[in-house]
């Protein structure tokens, strides 16, 4: 599987961006999505998850209510759409995908439950 992530960009605080990461791969749908972000000198951090098979989302705290993630099956697509963009929002985000046997949401928010991960996309806030 090949991911790969775009749509990345500058934007000033309360603006809008939205990523874009598009698999390969002809079960798409079977697939868990997810979004991180490392922020320079911090470690990669969960953003938000898209369950395979119309499993349903979840989102970190810290973007709950301002980012969106959300997919399109049809085009092997996963999106973040985020709104009221903050300074500390500031990371290279990456998509990431799992193929393996499905498994709890505790252990889908942790780096190492993905086995295929993009290049990432820089995004940066200004204040």
């Known amino acids: 599987v090949q991911l790969q992530a775009s749509g990345g960009g500058l934007v000033q605080a309360g603006g809008s961006l939205r990523l874009s990461c598009a698999a390969s791969?002809?079960?798409?749908?079977?697939?868990?999505m997810g979004w991180f972000r490392q922020a320079p000198g911090k470690e990669r951090e969960f953003v938000a998850l898209?369950?395979?098979?119309?499993?349903?989302?979840i989102s970190a705290d810290s973007v709950k209510g301002r980012f969106t993630i959300s997919r399109d099956n049809a085009k092997n697509t996963v999106y973040l759409q985020m709104n009221s963009l903050k300074p500390e929002d500031t990371a290279v985000y990456y998509c990431?995908?799992?193929?393996?046997?499905?498994?709890?949401?505790?252990?889908?928010?942790?780096?190492?439950?993905?086995?295929?991960w993009g290049q990432g996309t820089q995004v940066t806030v200004s204040s």
């Open positions: 990431a995908a799992r193929t393996r046997e499905r498994t709890i949401t505790g252990v889908m928010k942790e780096n190492g439950a993905y086995n295929y």
């Open positions: 791969g002809r079960t798409f749908s079977s697939y868990d």
């Open positions: 898209s369950r395979r098979s119309f499993g349903g989302t």
